[in-house]
């Protein structure tokens, strides 16, 4: 199995109203998540608008603008090593993540709900990924690591193989948005294992919001970073994902 020198990367975009990127983004696979506000985004002939709690997928240089209240952006992006410049923007954490030449892949963003107290017991997936939490507490231990307490703002990285349990404060519910790169033949299925076989059914149900799972083509990243100039919608009327 050829693996591909390959890193994911969760940067952080805070856009003033009307603003668009002063560099253009290069051309990566990337789901571009809005936690706050509206955001115009054009690529190719498509263009959309995404509003807070929205998601899309694309993987050439999009042309984006925020809305009149401005965009508080999550871009989570895969990209060959050595990774290209970020574009702007405030890199929260980059990963090495391995990636399966030879395997067709797809990637999910989604978001994960908890209740009050909720648990999930050991468990792994069958790609690597990372989250950012929105809101709430998290102690999230993986692998032999020590324990870690999350609090909004906080993101890690999951590459699948080790086991994690994560357990949520008991006092407000917790939620956290992810972004995974999976075999594409989990399309629409779940990528959770528990290393307890029983443990599905004993774990505290959680909700998952899927925004994005959808295939993507590797080996295109870096051979062209400029694209033509396009028409960027404005980010008023709505959401679409």
Same mark, same amino acid.
């Given at each position: 199995?050829?693996?591909?020198? $390959?890193?994911?990367?969760?940067?952080?975009?805070?856009?003033?109203?009307?603003?668009? $990127?002063?560099?253009?983004?290069?051309?990566?696979? &990337?789901? /571009? $998540?809005?936690?706050? +506000?509206?955001?115009?985004?054009? *690529?190719?002939?498509?263009?959309?608008?995404?509003?807070?709690?929205?998601?899309?997928?694309?993987?050439?240089?999009?042309?984006?603008?925020?809305?009149?209240?401005?965009? =508080?952006?999550?871009? @989570?992006?895969?990209?060959?090593?050595?990774?290209?410049?970020?574009?702007?923007?405030?890199?929260?954490?980059?990963?090495?993540?391995?990636?399966?030449?030879?395997?067709?892949?797809?990637?999910?963003?989604? &978001?994960?709900? @908890?209740?009050?107290?909720?648990?999930?017991?050991? =468990?792994?997936?069958?790609? +690597? !990924? /990372?989250?950012?939490? *929105?809101? !709430?507490? *998290?102690?999230?231990?993986?692998?032999?690591?020590?324990?870690?307490?999350? &609090?909004?703002?906080?993101?890690? @990285?999951?590459?699948? =193989?080790?086991?994690?349990?994560?357990?949520?404060?008991?006092?407000?519910?917790?939620?956290?948005?992810?972004?995974?790169?999976?075999?594409?033949? @989990?399309?629409?299925?779940?990528? /959770?294992? $528990?290393?307890?076989?029983?443990?599905?059914?004993?774990?505290?149900?959680?909700?998952?919001?899927?925004?994005?799972?959808?295939? /993507?083509? *590797? +080996?295109?990243? !870096?051979?062209?970073?400029?694209?033509?100039?396009?028409?960027?919608?404005?980010?008023?009327?709505?959401?679409? =994902?």
């Amino acid at each position: 199995m050829d693996r591909v020198a $390959y890193s994911l990367r969760l940067i952080e975009d805070r856009l003033a109203p009307g603003a668009v $990127y002063a560099d253009s983004l290069p051309a990566l696979n &990337r789901v /571009i $998540y809005v936690a706050a +506000g509206q955001l115009a985004m054009a *690529l190719g002939s498509e263009s959309v608008r995404l509003s807070s709690d929205t998601a899309r997928r694309g993987s050439g240089t999009p042309a984006v603008r925020a809305g009149a209240e401005g965009a =508080h952006v999550l871009r @989570f992006e895969l990209c060959a090593q050595p990774p290209p410049s970020p574009g702007g923007g405030r890199v929260i954490l980059e990963h090495p993540i391995a990636v399966d030449a030879h395997t067709r892949s797809l990637m999910r963003c989604d &978001r994960v709900d @908890f209740e009050p107290g909720g648990v999930a017991l050991p =468990h792994r997936h069958r790609g +690597g !990924g /990372i989250r950012r939490l *929105l809101w !709430g507490r *998290l102690e999230v231990t993986v692998g032999d690591a020590p324990a870690r307490v999350m &609090r909004p703002g906080d993101a890690w @990285f999951e590459s699948g =193989h080790e086991p994690v349990r994560a357990v949520c404060a008991a006092d407000e519910a917790t939620s956290f948005v992810r972004v995974s790169v999976l075999p594409a033949e @989990f399309r629409g299925r779940s990528s /959770i294992m $528990y290393v307890d076989p029983a443990d599905a059914e004993r774990s505290r149900p959680r909700t998952y919001t899927v925004y994005v799972d959808e295939p /993507i083509t *590797l +080996g295109s990243e !870096g051979v062209s970073r400029t694209t033509r100039a396009q028409r960027v919608p404005t980010a008023e009327g709505g959401g679409e =994902h």
